[in-house]
């Protein structure tokens, strides 16, 4: 039987957005959202979830919706410096640890892209496990900028031209390229034991999202949020 952890990284810090993760969205925290989902999913799969904090107001947070942990993010892992990878990666030692288990997929949902559902899930899931030399998945939507079309970058020569080689005289015509949305990522426990140093690698598969899904980066991007769920506007049921 394949075993889960579903992990959710939340630090406290947070520049671009002050206490990002636990700003009310649509009248409660954002990090609720994927707290919902999380379990959700780990109902139906016999999963565990995880919290990474370092924050005790997270926790406490975290533990109104039923979330309790035990875990605390070390200092070394909550700088703005720390990659996510080292965060999921301490975590999963810790849990298995302490449930003397293996997992055979670790599943991140991040919180600050909540625009997804169980059934993304599933479906990633399930990409992830028929793709069986595939040691990670990670959610995208379809760009709609395309480097082989409409995107440009400074060459050494001072001049620009477009980042990708190709003559396309239409995006149509061009390579379908995506945007990472940043909602999820599942990852083989191997993942881990290779030594990879980003989500995407030379084994890596995307499940493309259907519905409306981004990540909030700026102040703008809450308003943008919080006006489509507030609204009914959401093209799917989250």
Same mark, same amino acid.
């Given at each position: 039987?394949?075993?889960?952890?579903?992990?959710?990284?939340?630090?406290?810090?947070?520049?671009?957005?002050?206490?990002?993760?636990?700003?009310?969205?649509?009248?409660?925290?954002?990090?609720?959202?994927?707290?919902?989902?999380?379990?959700?999913?780990?109902?139906?799969?016999?999963?565990?979830?995880?919290?990474?904090?370092?924050?005790?107001?997270?926790?406490?947070?975290?533990?109104?919706?039923?979330? @309790?942990?035990?875990?605390?993010?070390?200092?070394?892992?909550?700088?703005?410096?720390?990659?996510? @990878?080292?965060?999921?990666?301490?975590?999963l030692r810790h849990y298995e640890s302490i449930n003397k288990t293996k997992y055979n997929?670790?599943?991140?949902?991040?919180?600050?892209?909540?625009?997804?559902?169980?059934?993304?899930?599933?479906?990633?899931?399930?990409?992830?496990?028929?793709?069986?030399?595939?040691?990670?998945?990670?959610?995208?939507?379809?760009?709609? *900028?395309?480097?082989?079309?409409?995107?440009?970058?400074?060459?050494?020569?001072?001049?620009?031209? @477009?980042?990708?080689?190709?003559?396309?005289?239409? *995006?149509?015509?061009?390579?379908?390229?995506?945007?990472?949305?940043?909602?999820?990522?599942?990852?083989? *426990?191997?993942?881990?034991?290779?030594?990879?140093?980003?989500?995407?690698?030379?084994?890596?598969?995307?499940?493309?999202?259907?519905?409306?899904?981004?990540?909030?980066?700026?102040?703008?991007?809450?308003?943008?949020?919080?006006? @489509?769920?507030?609204?009914?506007?959401?093209?799917?049921?989250?």
């Amino acid at each position: 039987m394949n075993k889960t952890l579903i992990t959710i990284c939340a630090r406290g810090g947070s520049k671009g957005i002050p206490n990002k993760n636990i700003k009310p969205l649509g009248g409660k925290p954002l990090i609720s959202y994927s707290i919902q989902t999380a379990f959700q999913f780990a109902k139906q799969h016999d999963a565990e979830i995880a919290l990474s904090t370092d924050s005790q107001i997270i926790k406490d947070i975290a533990s109104e919706f039923g979330l @309790l942990t035990d875990y605390t993010r070390p200092d070394s892992l909550a700088t703005d410096s720390a990659g996510k @990878l080292p965060v999921v990666a301490d975590v999963l030692r810790h849990y298995e640890s302490i449930n003397k288990t293996k997992y055979n997929f670790v599943l991140d949902l991040d919180v600050t892209s909540p625009l997804r559902n169980v059934d993304d899930l599933n479906s990633c899931q399930k990409l992830l496990q028929d793709k069986t030399d595939a040691v990670n998945i990670f959610s995208v939507s379809p760009a709609n *900028r395309n480097p082989y079309f409409n995107m440009v970058e400074e060459k050494e020569n001072g001049f620009y031209n @477009l980042i990708a080689k190709g003559d396309f005289v239409t *995006r149509q015509s061009s390579p379908k390229v995506y945007d990472l949305n940043a909602s999820y990522y599942i990852y083989r *426990r191997n993942f881990f034991e290779l030594n990879y140093t980003s989500a995407i690698t030379p084994k890596s598969i995307v499940h493309e999202v259907d519905h409306m899904c981004f990540d909030l980066d700026e102040p703008i991007d809450f308003e943008f949020m919080e006006f @489509l769920i507030n609204n009914n506007k959401l093209d799917f049921k989250l």
